[in-house]
């Protein structure tokens, strides 16, 4: 495998199997609050940042700020917990690592159709009952889908990766 690796592969792959950040995501508890954690940074990000386009809030845009270094941590820490699961090339990842990726991409995209589906029943029923949604309404709801649809990959790998095994 390693034949057909560029610098910038190899380089990535050994970023993502650095553990320093292990203590965050060493068992599966740590894992799921890791992933909840990141799921409520990235939903009070786009709160920020629909409340900073919105009326152009400066506190919107000092929360988009203090928000982006600890979601950075979060997404670096499922990243390294997933050991570039989804960041590396599919050259860089042996037959394991590139059944878990195709596996994890289904569920994130099953996943993600129920979450439109959920979306488009609320908002059709909310317009079936006489509601009337604003283009401002219409454009957070896609955000909010567009942000999910993106994110779900790493969330479900998050979940979905095995503790190390012990050192003997």
């Known amino acids: 495998m390693d034949g057909q690796l560029t610098r910038y592969d ?3 792959r050994e970023i993502m199997n650095r553990r320093e950040a292990a203590p965050l995501y060493a068992t599966a508890g740590r894992r799921r609050l890791l992933v909840v954690v990141h799921i409520a940074l990235t939903a009070a990000f786009v709160a920020a940042l629909l409340a900073a386009i919105g009326d ?3 506190v919107g845009a000092c929360l988009l700020l203090a928000l982006l270094l600890p979601w950075c941590v979060a997404t670096g820490a499922i990243n390294a917990s997933t050991r570039g699961l989804l960041e590396l090339r ?3 990842l042996d037959e394991r690592q590139r059944a878990e990726r195709s596996e994890v991409l289904a569920r994130a995209h099953r996943l993600t159709t129920a979450l439109l589906l959920a979306t488009v029943a609320a908002v059709g029923g909310y317009g079936l009952a006489g509601g009337g949604l604003g283009g401002a309404m219409v454009f957070r709801v896609l955000v909010g889908a567009l942000v999910a649809h993106w994110l779900m990959p790493h969330w479900v790998a998050g979940l979905r990766a095995q503790d ?4 003997e």
Do not use: Y
Request: aromatic share 0%.
């Open 164 to 167: 190390e095994p012990d050192d």
């Open 56 to 58: 152009g809030s400066m």
């Open 90 to 92: 599919r050259r860089a």
């Open 10 to 12: 190899r380089r990535m």
